[in-house]
């Protein structure tokens, strides 16, 4: 039996993540709308004792292709993650929530009160994933002329955390006594107003509401750029990525590991976790035909409309599908490090344009691995077990369905070989991740001044 525990997330992208699942028997079409069916799924994931469900967002929807494109695209309409989990939360106990929210289309003041009411309401589950958008074309919703370029987007991240986290920290834990017979409320002398004058932000506080059950929601982030890494290395406490191979799994899990230290920070502070998206079949021939018939959904409009960003100044709609690849941008202001998967990934298989979106299509260039229960667990294992990853992302092609086989065919798998938990241990998501609950700056620094 291992100590060590794999941790895994269900990444629920609607319909699921292969870009044809809406049109799947097994999916639920309206279900970006539908209430009932995140219930369902967050439930089926608990079960599963999985650490937390993920939710990616963007602030505007993604140009895709023409008119013919957008109206085969079925992720158009979709909730608002914090308003979604603070639904969910009522109707699970365990599992965590991670729900997206972008750093360049907010005010730090009024994500760290949405953050710090969706901890309180689910008992201590929340997680934020950082994004700094890679959506070009929300910058129009906000009355933007043009997206914020890419290093200064992650400029302004760090100092955004900084403040969140901050104003997280406007109540000490111990703050409120609410004690009817003095008539004292709370402490005032332990409500701290941040007042931070920064180049990006200038924030008052205090929050109007107390210290979250986990110190913060826990801080997740997705960057594999440059800048990315650093972020992360420096603030995230789970890590999300994608990647085709062993070897560059683990060449990125050595890398960011070993940026902690010059932060006062251990590896095991930052959950690595890279996507994995499994067809599944009790049979390898069955999964394989489960992922053809998957694929044999996608309209040709839709495949090219996967890929036309990577391409801005081609039109691919005239391209031959079959062909050789245009060559790709050679930069972008949007999502670096995704360009720089996909062109290796073309590259490296020498791929047509239809076998790119192809390739693409069940997971956007994250890893998919068709097969049988046990060869998708052999596949974890290899990763879990050669510092490739502390767990998965797991992105199931078509929901409800796909989630619910890897729930009742992989994961007893996995428990049977002792790689992952029977029940959960923790009350909060932190607890179950086996990260520390943060202590507030005010507190550490009267730690230190008791030390001194």
Do not use: C
């Amino acid at each position: 039996m291992s100590e060590r525990k794999l941790h895994l997330g269900a990444f629920i992208q609607a319909t699921g993540h292969h870009i044809a699942a809406w049109r799947h028997p097994g999916s639920q079409a309206d279900s970006g709308t539908n209430i009932d069916h995140y219930q369902e799924v967050a439930q089926t994931a608990e079960r599963g004792k999985f650490d937390l469900v993920f939710l990616a967002d963007s602030p505007g929807i993604y140009e895709r292709g023409d008119n013919e494109a957008r109206g085969r695209y079925g992720r158009i309409a979709h909730f608002e993650p914090v308003t979604l989990f603070a639904a969910l939360s009522a109707t699970t106990r365990h599992i965590g929530f991670v729900a997206t929210d972008s750093t360049t289309y907010n005010e730090p003041y009024l994500l760290a009160r949405k953050f710090a009411s969706l901890d309180h309401l689910s008992k201590g589950r929340a997680a934020w994933n950082v994004v700094t958008t890679g959506n070009e074309a929300a910058a129009g919703n906000f009355g933007k002329a043009e997206h914020l370029a890419h290093a200064l987007r992650y400029e302004r991240a760090e100092e955004f955390l900084d403040v969140v986290k901050g104003l997280w920290d406007s109540f000490d834990d111990d703050a409120f006594l609410r004690d009817k017979t003095s008539g004292v409320y709370f402490d005032a002398d332990k409500l701290h107003t941040l007042d931070h004058q920064g180049k990006h932000f200038s924030v008052t506080g205090p929050l109007n509401i107390s210290r979250p059950p986990q110190g913060y929601p826990v801080i997740v982030q997705a960057g594999a750029s440059e800048a990315g890494r650093e972020l992360a290395a420096r603030t995230a406490e789970v890590i999300f990525t994608a990647w085709q191979t062993l070897e560059e799994a683990q060449t990125f899990y050595r890398d960011v590991k070993g940026r902690l230290a010059k932060y006062g920070r251990n590896p095991d502070e930052l959950k690595i976790m890279p996507g994995l998206s499994p067809v599944i079949g009790r049979t390898q021939e069955e999964a394989e035909a489960r992922y053809r018939e998957l694929q044999d959904l996608i309209h040709p409009a839709v495949g090219i409309s996967i890929v036309q960003r990577f391409f801005p100044d081609v039109d691919l709609s005239q391209s031959d599908l079959d062909g050789p690849l245009p060559a790709f941008a050679t930069q972008t202001n949007g999502n670096t490090s995704r360009l720089a998967l996909v062109s290796e990934l073309a590259r490296r298989d020498n791929l047509t344009l239809r076998q790119l979106y192809e390739s693409l299509a069940g997971a956007r260039g994250h890893r998919v691995v068709v097969g049988t229960p046990a060869s998708i667990a052999d596949e974890i294992q290899a990763w879990f077990e050669n510092e490739a990853a502390d767990g998965f992302n797991i992105m199931p092609p078509v929901l409800p369905q796909s989630l619910n086989e890897f729930v009742d065919l992989v994961i007893p798998e996995l428990q049977k070989r002792g790689l992952f938990r029977t029940e959960y241990t923790g009350k909060t998501l932190r607890e179950n991740l086996g990260l520390p609950r943060p202590l507030s700056r005010y507190a550490q620094s009267g730690e230190e001044r008791l030390r001194a």
